[in-house]
């Protein structure tokens, strides 16, 4: 049981827009501390998506938006490609457990 | 480019220790404000936080793994490592290294899988 819950998996035809949502609680998103997202393709490992929050690291396209509210983080995919199909994952900070991961989505292209 | 590299043994055996390290190339574990860090996945499963080493040698571990992990940097080999005692199967799994920025990884090694098994 992870402190940051996903989705286990989402699905989109290509083109499509679809979300991830990543839920925390008061001792994490709701207190103020950042939501990164990971990126893990197949086989691979991951790499930085979203920096705080919001934030795009270089080379990153701008299909891929992050935002936060409350206890939760979202991230978002638009124009959804084939090469999205990925394993992503959100991680914080937690007052009680230090650094934090969600337990994961798998994003599937239909 | 910062590049991370795991080495170390593949194959553990219950109740022993488990050893790897994290070569660091294109910049240094002493860099003021980086920590580096250990991550594992277990196979098929989502990552976990291990704990990490601040630059000036501080530790932080995930709290039920404290007793039996201890993380440290060589500065003069420009790595850092990863102990971790008494292992089961539970600690199966593919070890990242990383390295850690206003507490984000923004930089991962490859991974090396560990196993642990008579």
């Known amino acids: 049981q992870s402190v940051l819950t996903q989705p286990p998996s989402v699905s989109g035809a290509p083109g499509q827009r679809v979300t991830i949502s990543c839920t925390g609680s008061s001792s994490n998103i709701g207190a103020g501390y950042d939501v990164h997202w990971y990126q893990q393709l197949p086989g691979r490992a991951p790499t930085l998506l979203i920096s705080?929050?919001?934030i795009r690291p270089s080379g990153v396209p701008d299909r891929f938006s992050g935002s936060t509210s409350g206890t939760s983080a979202s991230l978002a995919i638009t124009g959804l490609q084939a090469a999205d199909e990925a394993d992503y994952y959100c991680q914080s900070y937690d007052n009680a457990l230090s650094v934090v991961f969600g337990g994961g989505t798998k994003l599937t292209v239909l | 480019q910062l590049q991370l590299q795991e080495s170390g043994s593949g194959l553990v055996k219950p109740s022993e220790t488990l050893s790897l390290s994290c070569d660091v190339s294109?910049?240094?574990?002493?860099?003021?404000?980086?920590?580096w860090a250990w991550i594992r996945q277990p196979p098929g499963k989502g990552l976990e936080w291990i704990g990490y080493?601040?630059?000036?040698?501080?530790?932080y571990y995930k709290p039920s793994l404290n007793s039996r992990v201890t993380i440290s940097l060589d500065r003069s080999r420009n790595q850092f490592s990863l102990r971790l005692t008494s292992v089961t199967a539970a600690d199966t799994a593919l070890y990242y290294c990383?390295?850690?920025?206003?507490?984000?990884?923004?930089?991962w090694g490859q991974g090396i899988p560990v196993t642990v098994s008579t």
């Open positions: 990383a390295r850690v920025t206003t507490l984000l990884f923004d930089y």
């Open positions: 705080h929050d919001s």
């Open positions: 294109g910049g240094s574990v002493s860099s003021s404000g980086y920590s």
């Open positions: 080493i601040y630059y000036s040698g501080n530790t």
